[in-house]
C-alpha cells in the first residue's frame, strides 16, 4: 500500500520546513506548500540537511556540466521545491518535469495556483502567455507537472512523451524516498527503462540502506504499522544492492554512500555553521539515523559529457 498524502505531508515536509525554520538551509518557498512545521531532535534536522545539500550538490553540478542545456525528471516529486531554488540560483534546465500520483500533483497544481509566491516564478519563466494549469497537471516553457502511475511504464513514457522529452539530451532523473514505496519489478522496469532510452543519463536515489540489521527492521516495521508498506524494501540492504540495481538494468556505473560519508563531504564552513545551530549531547543518535540512509547514483554517458566526473569530495 502507498503512504497517503496526508501521512507524506504530515511526516516529511513538517519535517524540511521545521528544518528550514531552524536555518539548516533557505528555502523561501517550503512555507507555502506547508502548514506549519514540526518539532525534531537535531540529528532528524541534520539528517533532512545533508539529504537536500547532498542531493542539491549533485544536481549543481550536472546543471553546470551541461550548461543548463538538459532536462531534469523528478519521479515521485512530492512537493519538491527544486524547480524554484535552482530557478533562483541561475540554474534553470532547460525542461524540468515532475512525476507523482494524481492526488498529490492535484494538490500542488492547487496551491501553486493560489499562491501567488510559488506561480510568479513559472510565469517569469514561461512568457507572457498564462501558464497552464488544468487536470492535475502544469505546463510551462520550462517547467511541467504531470500525474503518472509510475508502476505503469506505458503511461510514463506517454507522458513524458507529451512534454516532447528528448532521449538525445542530458537527463537528469531524481528519485527521493520514492522507488522503495514500489514493488522491486516496477521500480526496476523504470530504472531500466530510464538506463537504456537516453544516451546521457545521471540518475541520483536517495534511499533506505542497512535495512536488514535490527535498527533497519524497526524502520521498516514502524512504517507498516502507519500503512506506508516498503514494497521495494529488498534493494535497501546495503550500498552494494543500491548500486546493483542499477549496474544489472543498464547503467553504465554507479555509486553509493551511506549519508554520514555524504554529510563529512559537505562543506566544512557549511558543516561547522548548522553544527552550532542546535546542541546535540549524542552523536550515537545521528551516526545510527545516517547508516541507515543513502544517495545512489548511476551515469550512461555515450556521449562522454563526464557526467561520471559529478560525485562527492570523499
Ligand atoms: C515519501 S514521498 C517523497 C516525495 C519527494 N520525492 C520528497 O522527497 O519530498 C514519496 C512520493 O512518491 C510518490 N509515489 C510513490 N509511488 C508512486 C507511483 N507508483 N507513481 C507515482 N508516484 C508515486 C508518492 O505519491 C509520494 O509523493
Redesign the pocket.
Known sequence: M??S?RE?RK???NK?YFAVQQGYWKDPYIQFLVKAGERKAPEINRGYYA?TEGLRSLMRQFLKLTHCACQIV???????TNFWLLKDEGLLADVFVE???R??TSRKCHMIRTRSKLLEPVQASHGSEPVVIEDAELHSTHYHIM??????LKQ?EEKLGQVGLDKNKPTLF?????LV??PLD?SNSLVKWAGTNFSSALFLN?EPVNMGDRFGHVMVENLRKRT?ALAGVEACQSLETQKARFLSNGWEGAAAMDMMSVYRSLPADDLHRIERLEFMDEREPLQQLMDHYCIAWAWRDVNKIGLESIGFNR
Open positions: 502507498q503512504c498524502v507524506y511526516g516529511v515536509l524540511i539529504r523528478n519521479l515521485g516529486a512530492g512537493f519538491d512525476l507523482d500520483m492526488a498529490v500525474w503518472a502511475d509510475m508502476r505503469d510514463v531524481l528519485s527521493e524516498c520514492v514505496y514500489m516496477k536517495y506506508c
